[in-house]
């Protein structure tokens, strides 16, 4: 493909991203250091496993709906069989969820946003699954250490999702060739910022092995 090409599938993932991130980056971080008070935790841990699971169930729901959103803006992804479309978000739309909410992750206090303020694990206990939230927890802090600007986190997360290795897939030749014009712009990107060193780091972090994710 041609840069011109590589140049315009940028900045449709840059404007895709954008327009279903849910939250600015910015706001999130005015709101890093507001973390929920002793009594708050308090508050949330004696809740029941269900209203805790029911509440998370939701937002994790609802943020997933915004990476489908961000899928069908994406130039070239409306354009795969409408199986891929679907194989695709099945297999990766938590794995983007989860590489996106790195934004919403304060690494100095290990909290992520959470209805309103930042949460360490520790509020999640009612939940009764402290490996999982511990496991998302290391994840968001790797995630953080890559310190990948807005721009990179969107292509990034476009790879995440475009990825021809996942089963299922009828047209994998086409999955494939979008794939490596999104590594092209990811690396082209790097290049022009001076930053294609941490590309090493980025492709060493698969995001998450299959048994992590929750769907
Ligand atoms: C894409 O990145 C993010 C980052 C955080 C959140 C979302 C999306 C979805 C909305 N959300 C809310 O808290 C919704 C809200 C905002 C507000 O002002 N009032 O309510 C957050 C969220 O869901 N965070 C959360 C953090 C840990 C978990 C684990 C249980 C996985 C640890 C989780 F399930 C959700």
Redesign the pocket.
């Known amino acids: 493909s041609s840069i011109m090409e590589i140049e315009n599938l940028t900045q449709n993932v840059l404007n895709a991203h954008r327009q279903t991130c ?2 600015r980056f910015e706001d999130l971080q005015l709101l890093r250091w507001e973390t929920f008070t002793r009594n708050e935790v308090y508050s949330y841990q004696r809740k029941s496993m269900e209203e805790m699971w029911e509440r ?1 169930a939701w ?2 729901t ?2 997933i709906q915004y990476i489908v959103e961000f899928a069908k803006k994406m130039d070239g992804f409306m354009q795969l069989s409408q199986n891929d479309q679907i194989v695709l978000l099945k297999a990766g739309a938590m794995e983007v ?1 989860l590489v ?2 790195c ?2 992750f304060n690494y100095q206090n290990n909290t ?5 303020k930042y ?1 360490g694990p520790e509020l ?1 206990k009612s ?1 009764g699954c402290g490996e999982l ?1 511990n496991n ?1 927890f290391t994840f968001s802090q790797n995630m953080c250490t890559l310190g990948l600007l807005e721009p990179e986190l969107a292509l990034f997360a476009a790879l995440v999702l475009v990825d021809s290795s996942r089963p299922f897939l009828q047209e994998k030749d086409k999955v494939e060739q979008l794939q490596k014009n999104l590594e092209l712009a990811l690396k082209n990107l790097m290049r022009k910022s001076h930053r294609e060193g941490i590309l090493v780091k980025v492709r060493k972090t698969k995001p998450l092995d299959s048994k992590l994710s929750p769907i």
């Open positions: 849910q939250f998370c937002r994790i609802d943020a969820l996106r909410m934004r919403a992520v946003f959470f209805e309103g949460a999640f939940l939230i998302f």
